[in-house]
């Protein structure tokens, strides 16, 4: 592909607005060999993504229209404790449409962005606020507060904004798809937006 695709994003924590894009690109440059030009995520609270269509339409059309020449949207909620594909058809009914010019992908983590951490947590070691023998064997997406598994793993409190970024950096992306079913679905939309004649939405 010739010059830049063009990422950008919706997310609901303020973790993601600096997290995401280190992850954005890491995916496409490690799986894909390609460069994006990834902006800054627009954040949307969970309660007003999923409740108040309104918003999360206007936070799509704001951001569509960023995107100039190749590129696309993402947005990437978390599931909590509602059942994800029927979340997702949720979102994907409320941003259909919202852009026609701009290809809208929907992903969800399962439960929480930080249930990803959890499945790659051996190689997050390396940070100094990760216990050197930290593990976890479960299964990633079922506890209903990833974030405190999380810290239970960690030498001090764990903060989204603090954390977010050079765990992203860090984090076995091929681990972490071995284990988490809702990270093989959102390397899947990443690689329809920058590699759409490879793998398909759902991984």
């Excluded at 100039?68 to 949720?90: F, S």
Aim: proline residues 5%; charged residues 30%; hydrophobic residues 40%.
């Amino acid at each position: 592909m010739s010059g830049a695709i063009v990422i950008a994003s919706i997310v609901e924590g303020h973790g993601e607005v600096t997290g995401l894009p280190v992850l954005l690109r890491r995916i496409a440059a490690e799986r894909h060999n390609v460069h994006v030009d990834v902006l800054k995520p627009h954040r949307v609270p969970r309660a007003n993504m999923v409740r108040r269509t309104d918003e999360l339409q206007k936070a799509v059309r704001l951001q569509a229209n960023r995107v100039r020449g190749t590129g696309a949207v993402i947005v990437l909620g978390d599931a909590d404790d509602d059942e994800p594909e029927a979340l997702r058809e949720t979102l994907r009914a409320t941003v259909e449409g919202a852009s026609p010019s701009v290809p809208i992908v929907v992903a969800l983590a399962v439960r929480e962005y930080e249930a990803w951490f959890l499945a790659g947590i051996e190689s997050l070691r390396t940070h100094p606020s990760v216990r050197d023998d930290a593990t976890y064997d479960d299964d990633c997406e079922a506890p209903r507060n990833p974030k405190l598994r999380l810290e239970r793993l960690m030498t001090e409190s764990y903060g989204s904004v603090r954390h977010q970024v050079a765990f992203n950096a860090r984090l076995d992306l091929d681990e972490v798809a071995s284990r988490s079913s809702s990270f093989r679905q959102f390397l899947g939309a990443v690689a329809a937006v920058v590699d759409p004649e490879g793998e398909s939405v759902d991984g």
